[in-house]
């Protein structure tokens, strides 16, 4: 059971990181607590399923999907195009510690080829950087997905469920 | 119906058009995707009863206003200021948008909507510091940091959004402004480690410099590829890329510092 407490901990500071970014992009006061929700929901997603031993991009690509989804409803709800709640709130499933290593692996690249480790960098390198590269990827294109399969050119056309008048 | 054949007299025109490449103009800086600033123009000129053709790219908007045989009545362009990102603008065009369909707004009724979203204030300074310090943390503690990493990321991402504020002021280059706030942020957050308060693998070292990602240009570029609008789309993402080659930098040169 503890990793559900360790989950939901990070699930929280997983919303916090997103409404950060919310600060910084200016939002609307009225959309700050779903986006505090989205983010926790999506880091929430993406830790269960790497508890569950899945791939990294996949589980990025399962909470950036969920992101999508969720801010449909919330842009009726809220009055507010859904990139205001997806673009903050998937800022968190970013792999910074990921893309670091390889920005450093890549320096190491740069060095000596002879020496001992060069082969074992080159490899863990190339790992962090083909994850960083599909994470990325993930996430742009998972927040889009929704629109993409209910083919509407705006979510004013969709419906849903409680939408205020 | 005026001696030319149409409804609209091309003053009526020319000042409608100027309102559509206010309205492009704003949205793109403010970090619309090209889909969003094109549908939005369409929705608008389409209340007024005209179609329009556009061109948009990063830094400018092209308009051609059609008559009703599809012909070109006449072509204006409009410079996109400089990009800086702020939602509140993308919401109330929206809404804008939506509601001068449904009322039947006026030319003027708009530009005067337009100011007012213009004039509306960003968040205050010290609000904004510290909600980003949190996210800093909050990153750190995604990264299975300490709860003294994370008072350490708080500390380094508010200040190094002060730097990059500040940078800007001073009319640095955009790519320096994140260069200063990596260095200055990894800097602080570093020091943790180097004094030996925390063992545990520079994660607030990294994670400090996270608050500056380029989130929008990295998603707008795949949603703008998607939509079809591949230039764009290219364009937003070696913006992106560019973006973290100044992180990068700032990061190293820090780590050349500490010897990390």
Redesign the interface.
Same mark, same amino acid.
């Given at each position: 059971m503890d990793w559900i407490f360790i989950l939901l +901990? @990070?699930s929280f500071?997983?919303?916090?990181?997103?409404?950060?970014?919310?600060?910084?992009?200016? !939002?609307?006061v009225r959309?700050f607590f779903h986006i505090f929700l989205f983010g926790g929901i999506g !880091?929430l997603i993406k830790f269960t399923l790497l508890h569950y031993t899945f791939n990294i991009a996949f589980a990025s690509l399962a909470g950036a999907v969920a992101i999508g989804f969720l801010s449909i409803p919330a842009a009726h709800y809220k009055?507010?195009?859904p990139?205001?709640f +997806?673009?903050?709130a998937?800022?968190?499933m970013?792999p910074?510690?990921l893309? +670091?290593r390889m920005?450093?692996g890549l320096?190491t690249l740069t060095g000596n080829p002879k020496s001992p480790t060069f082969n074992t960098t080159l490899l863990e390198t190339v790992n962090y950087g083909l994850k960083v590269v599909f994470i990325?990827?993930s996430?742009?294109?998972g !927040?889009?997905i929704p629109m993409?399969i209910l083919r509407k050119?705006?979510v @004013?056309d969709i419906k849903v469920l409680f939408a205020k008048k | 119906m005026n001696e030319l054949g149409y409804t609209a007299t091309i003053e009526e025109m020319r000042e409608l058009a100027d309102v559509l490449l206010k309205v492009g103009t704003m949205l793109m800086s403010a970090g619309a995707n090209t889909g969003r600033v094109r549908n939005t123009v369409n929705r608008i000129s389409e209340a007024f009863g005209h179609s329009v053709e556009q061109h948009i790219t990063q830094r400018s908007i092209m308009l051609t206003m059609l008559d009703d045989n599809g012909s070109s009545i006449f072509t204006s362009v409009r410079v996109t200021p400089h990009h800086v990102i702020n939602f509140k603008t993308i919401s109330g065009i929206s809404k804008m948008s939506w509601s001068l369909v449904a009322d039947q707004w006026t030319i003027p009724k708009i530009r005067e909507e337009l100011k007012r979203l213009e004039e509306l204030p960003h968040y205050p300074r010290s609000q904004v510091l510290t909600l980003v310090g949190l996210a800093g943390a909050g990153f750190c503690s995604l990264a299975d940091g300490k709860p003294l990493d994370l008072a350490f990321t708080f500390v380094a991402s508010a200040v190094g959004l002060y730097v990059r504020q500040e940078s800007l002021k001073a009319k640095f280059n955009p790519y320096m402004a994140v260069y200063f706030a990596a260095f200055v942020a990894s800097l602080i957050a570093g020091s943790s480690s180097k004094l030996g308060l925390s063992d545990s693998q520079n994660h607030a070292y990294v994670t400090s410099v996270l608050f500056l990602i380029p989130g929008v240009p990295l998603i707008n570029s795949f949603s703008d590829i998607l939509d079809g609008n591949v230039q764009n789309g290219v364009t937003r993402g070696f913006v992106g890329f560019l973006i973290s080659f100044s992180i990068a930098l700032g990061i190293l040169t820090s780590a050349l510092i500490y010897q990390f």
């Open positions: +901990y @990070k500071w997983g919303g916090i990181a997103a409404l950060g970014f919310a600060a910084l992009f200016n !939002v609307p959309s !880091v009055h507010t195009p990139l205001i +997806y673009i903050p998937v800022i968190p970013i910074g510690i893309a +670091y920005i450093l320096i990325l990827i996430l742009s294109v !927040v889009v993409l050119e705006s @004013k | -």
